[in-house]
């Protein structure tokens, strides 16, 4: 399954784990990704992998709000 928020599009970022004999081993920084029911206004339930980002854009914005600009970026719902 891949680890990208629905409404951000936050992905995995890549780098280095530096130890403190800076020694460099790749690692990589996974997003706080959580699966989310939502009910929108005509009744009808979704489920998204929202980050923790998503969910406070979602509790700004709406969820009514940001279902439409998922919809306009050609995501089906």
Same mark, same amino acid.
């Given at each position: ?8 599009? $936050?992905? #995995?970022?890549?780098?280095? &784990? ?5 020694? *460099?081993?790749? *690692? *990589?920084?996974? #997003? ?8 929108? &206004?005509?009744? =009808? ?14 509790? =700004?914005?709406?969820?009514? $709000?940001?279902? &439409? =600009? ?8």
């Amino acid at each position: 399954m891949s680890n990208i928020c629905d409404v951000t599009g $936050a992905r #995995p970022s890549f780098g280095n &784990a530096v130890s403190h004999s800076q020694r *460099r081993t790749r *690692r *990589r920084w996974d #997003p706080n990704i959580q699966r989310r029911r939502y009910r929108l &206004a005509d009744g =009808r339930t979704i489920r998204l992998r929202v980050s923790t980002t998503g969910i406070k854009i979602i509790d =700004r914005d709406g969820i009514d $709000a940001v279902v &439409a =600009r998922l919809r306009a970026r050609g995501v089906k719902l």
